[in-house]
Nanobody, 123 residues
């Protein structure tokens, strides 16, 4: 069982930066692939980024590649999302998610979810 709590959302102007953090409970955090998804009003939840169990491999949606960076710290049980050069279209609720052992980019593959944190980018 993994419990996830996100923090770090807020309001930022276009071109600005935010750093989201997700704190996980449980003693087997290193066994989980971690990901960030986002959901804008009226849209489906979409994949943003994922990181492998050890943190050495990262994956990004094309829409955020080069602007966002995901990182995982197994000692601290955290996964962060550094978001730079933010655009109004990045506005959404961002969710942290955990998937045991194997990689995945679909929301249905992730069993554990945080409550979400709002990111709003003004133009």
């Amino acid at each position: 069982q993994v419990q996830l709590v996100e923090s770090g959302g807020g309001l930022v102007q276009a071109g600005g930066s935010l750093r989201l953090s997700c704190a996980a409970s449980g003693r087997t955090f290193s066994s989980y692939y971690m990901a960030w998804f986002r959901q804008a009003p009226g849209k489906e939840r979409e994949f943003v980024a994922a990181v492998s169990r050890g943190g050495g491999n990262t994956y990004y949606a094309d829409s955020v590649k080069g602007r966002f960076t995901i990182s995982k710290d197994n000692d601290k049980n955290t996964v962060d999302l550094q978001m730079n050069s933010l655009k109004p279209e990045d506005t959404a609720v961002y969710y942290c998610a955990a998937k045991y052992w194997t990689a995945g980019a679909q929301a249905y593959e992730y069993a554990y979810w945080g409550q979400g944190t709002q990111v709003t980018v003004s133009s």
